[in-house]
């Protein structure tokens, strides 16, 4: 938690293209998780893109689907903000 606020980025569809081990942001991303956010990538794009989590930037987290969980972060009473 960064100041006692709690964040997550939920990536999926194309957006998980930035979270691959060879992403030009994969030094960012690791970044980011090291300053206490978490970042996942959902499941289901990655079958559906064919990519394994081998493929994926080894700091990451995961969640069956993206949509998913932001909608139980919501429920939760997380706020949504999209790019």
């Known amino acids: 938690?960064?100041?006692?606020?709690?964040?997550?980025?939920?990536?999926?569809?194309?957006g998980v293209r930035a979270l691959e081990a060879t992403s030009e942001l994969a030094e960012r991303i690791a970044g980011t998780v090291a300053s206490g956010i978490k970042v996942t990538a959902c499941e289901n794009t990655l079958r559906a893109f064919k990519l394994e989590r081998a493929d994926m930037n080894d700091k990451i987290g995961y969640v069956p689907a993206g949509v998913g969980q932001i909608t139980r972060l919501q429920m939760q009473g997380w706020a949504y903000l999209r790019p």
């Open 1 to 14: 938690a960064a100041d006692g606020v709690d964040i997550e980025i939920v990536a999926f569809g194309p």
